[in-house]
């Protein structure tokens, strides 16, 4: 199912380890074909384009953080893993600018062969020390259900060591939004389960219109909650770990 899209639905994370902990809250995304972003402007009074609307998607909150377009820089990515999507569609899962405000924990690019199947997937990771890091994972030619691990290089919990693996669990979206995440700790012990589902809808001003009144500050709340959560973990007894310094290279896989 190709174009941009919204998806209204939940992300809900399971701690696992060493206490058990349960976060569940209601979100909706952008899903934007990265080259449709200036028709997606155009024709929208709630949505904006590198320009502030109650809705907005900024270039400088993803990829390079330089304000350039996207594409270029993906593509870039991609062929230094020789891999060629030969100008195939390349659309991102992410949170939106709402009220000029905007967090985004995970961002994904969903890298598409000119002929319509998945043929790589970058995991943008961020924290909230400013910091990103990218996790770029090649597709196999026509699967159905998506089966992703990779080693944990980046530190996002300040109550999680560094070490272990995530394992992506997706189906390319469509009428429904299905990701699964489980990380595991670096003895292979299971550590957190993460998901977000949602149903599609078309990105128009309706559907913006109602995405405002449902989460009017949700961004501000992703923030927000991701700080009150740390602060109950901390007092059921997590340890803190000091955070490392970043990878030196901006992407693995």
């Known amino acids: 199912m190709g174009g941009s899209a919204l998806y209204f639905g939940r992300v809900v994370h399971k701690r696992l380890r060493p206490m058990t902990h349960r976060l569940d809250y209601r979100v909706f995304s952008l899903f934007l074909d990265i080259d449709d972003l200036a028709a997606l402007d155009a024709r929208s009074r709630l949505f904006g384009y590198n320009r502030l609307r109650p809705v907005s998607f900024m ?4 990829g390079p953080r330089d304000g ?7 593509e870039a990515k991609l062929a230094e893993r020789g891999i060629d999507i030969a100008g195939g569609p390349i659309r991102l899962l992410c949170f939106p600018r709402l009220w000029g405000y905007v967090f985004n924990p995970l961002s994904i690019y969903f890298c598409y062969r000119p002929t319509g199947g998945l043929r790589a997937i970058l ?4 924290n909230t020390f400013g910091e990103w890091h990218g996790y770029l994972l090649e597709v196999p030619a026509g ?3 998506i089966s992703q691990t990779t080693e944990k290089v980046f530190h996002v919990s300040p109550f999680n060591r560094m070490g272990g693996h995530y394992r992506f669990r997706l189906k390319p979206p469509g009428t429904r939004l299905n990701l699964l995440i489980r990380q595991s700790d670096p003895e292979g012990r299971p550590l957190l389960v993460a998901s977000h589902v949602g149903a599609r809808r078309p990105l128009d001003d309706r559907a913006l219109a109602a995405a405002i009144l449902r989460h009017p500050l949700m961004t501000l709340k992703v923030t927000a909650a991701i700080h009150w959560e740390a602060l109950k973990l901390w007092l059921k007894g997590a340890r803190y770990v000091p955070k490392p310094a970043p990878p030196e290279r901006e992407i693995t896989g």
Do not use: N
């Not at 270039?59 to 993803?62: I, K, Q």
């Open 59 to 62: 270039d400088r909150d993803h």
């Open 68 to 74: 350039g377009p996207l594409r270029p820089w993906v």
């Open 123 to 126: 995991y943008e990771v961020a």
């Open 143 to 145: 699967a159905a259900e």
